[in-house]
């Protein structure tokens, strides 16, 4: 036994010196007052993980408004105001792919919806155009915008999409673009019933913004 049974008796162990104890309730107490900072400080957080997805711009004068798929409750208000304001000449809207209900005929596809809501706001069909590739995300709709505008490369367009979707919308759209990116404008929309400052008190929102995330990191790690 010998020393081997003073190390194994927990009587005869050396006792945590004070100045051990004392460095562990330090780490404690500053670990306590890190969380209620985060605990204080959540709104302005949340505000601005928020605010950072939203790159919009100011609108200005540009030759086409494209209206992005996903968003037919407020995308296509956003770009009839910028026709009805002499922002642009012309709306051009994405094919979106079908699925579901769309593909049985019993829901309209969205690109007929879109069609339908600038018009009822007042933009003439002769100035809606349709683009000819079927789209399943962003990046087609990127593809598509750059194959409508390669015979007209002059052309300016701002890409309208909803605010929280702005920043990877312009990675995606810049990446494809390249070089020709410096024709392109991204304005946002605003979201139906909660924004940047509240969004966490919605189950919507967190749904929302948490997917956005998602989203934004496989691109990074992706591409």
């Not at 809501?117 to 087609?140: H, M």
Request: net charge positive.
């Amino acid at each position: 036994m010998g020393s081997r049974g003073v190390q194994e008796n927990p009587a005869l162990a050396p006792a945590q010196t004070p100045r051990r104890r004392g460095r562990r309730w330090l780490a404690l107490l500053a670990f306590v007052a890190l969380l209620l900072v985060v605990y204080a400080g959540r709104s302005w957080i949340l505000r601005a993980a928020a605010r950072f997805l939203d790159v919009s711009e100011p609108a200005q004068a540009t030759d086409y408004v494209m209206v992005l798929g996903g968003g037919p409750d407020s995308r296509p208000f956003v770009a009839a105001a910028l026709l009805d304001a002499g922002l642009a000449r012309k709306a051009v809207v994405a094919r979106i792919h079908a699925w579901g209900d769309e593909l049985d005929g019993i829901a309209p596809l969205e690109q007929e919806i879109i069609r339908s809501v600038l018009v009822s706001q007042g933009v003439l069909p002769d100035a809606i155009v349709i683009l000819e590739r079927e789209c399943k995300n962003t990046f087609d709709e990127a593809r598509a915008l750059a194959e409508f505008v390669q015979s007209q490369p002059q052309r300016s367009v701002t890409v309208v999409t909803s605010r929280y979707h702005t920043r990877r919308v312009r990675m995606i759209f810049r990446k494809t673009f390249g070089e020709r990116a410096a024709s392109l404008r991204f304005v946002g929309a605003p979201l139906d019933g909660f924004d940047e400052t509240n969004w966490w008190h919605f189950e919507a929102g967190w749904r929302t913004y948490l997917n956005e995330y998602l989203k934004l990191a496989f691109y990074l790690v992706r591409y």
